[in-house]
């Protein structure tokens, strides 16, 4: 089962940020925040990821609370094209257990 | 550069066939990975291979499946007697190693009729 809870659903409007936010209470030490999103009829594209830092790369910023139980992946200007799933998955970095475990995820939708 | 790369991008075949399912990973990954993706629903993971470790198959749904990557490169993914409930888009993805981000290509969708 995904170790994680997500909302739904969640609009927000073009050129806004959008802030999805995700918890993981039960996350270990050696586990990793993941980011990802599935636009449909695509594959799922990786966005980001963290450990206890607060990432940001050219796609996203991702903020992960001091306790680790939660985080936030924000998307700074959202444009229509950022429409989509968003997954938040916990993963083990290292050992036999690198595969994702994807939840329900929060769809997304960026409007006009 | 080139990405995860999947053929055919659609199948149809008749229930009781068998089908074959082809995955390209990105050049000097050793990680890869099988998904399936039912309508409206989530991934749901089916087998992982880490370069020469014995693959984790404990998604595999059943014995009518199975996967082999040769090489450490090419993987192909083989349902033997399909069944309706097989239909889905089944996606691969690849990674640099079990730590790195996972990179998926676009699914084949698979249709039994």
């Known amino acids: 089962d995904a170790k994680t809870t997500q909302p739904p659903s969640m609009d927000c409007a073009e050129g806004r940020a959008a802030n999805l936010p995700c918890n993981h209470s039960?996350?270990?030490?050696?586990?990793?925040v993941y980011w990802y999103r599935q636009i449909h009829s695509q594959g799922p594209q990786y966005i980001i990821h963290?450990?206890?830092n607060n990432e940001t790369n050219e796609m996203a910023s991702l903020i992960i609370t001091e306790d680790r139980k939660s985080s936030t992946l924000i998307l700074p200007h959202a444009t229509l094209r950022d429409t989509a799933v968003y997954y938040c998955?916990?993963?083990?970095?290292?050992?036999?257990?690198?595969?994702?475990?994807f939840g329900k995820g929060t769809k997304l939708s960026v409007k006009p | 550069g080139a990405g995860v790369s999947q053929s055919p991008s659609n199948k149809v075949t008749e229930k009781g066939k068998d089908v074959e399912l082809r995955c390209d990973p990105i050049?000097?990954?050793?990680?890869l990975y099988w998904y399936r993706q039912s309508l409206g629903q989530g991934l749901e993971f089916l087998i992982y291979?880490?370069?020469?470790?014995?693959?984790?198959k404990s998604g595999l749904p059943s014995d009518r499946f199975s996967a082999e990557r040769t090489g450490g490169s090419v993987s192909t993914l083989t349902i033997q007697r399909t069944q309706q409930e097989d239909s889905a888009v089944y996606l691969c993805?690849?990674?640099?190693?079990?730590?790195?981000?996972?990179?998926f290509g676009n699914g084949t969708r698979l249709t039994v009729t």
């Open positions: 050049s000097g990954h050793t990680a």
């Open positions: 291979f880490q370069g020469n470790s014995a693959p984790d």
């Open positions: 998955i916990v993963r083990v970095a290292w050992g036999s257990q690198g595969n994702l475990i």
């Open positions: 963290g450990l206890k």
């Open positions: 039960t996350i270990s030490g050696n586990e990793y």
């Open positions: 993805a690849s990674s640099l190693g079990p730590a790195s981000p996972l990179h």
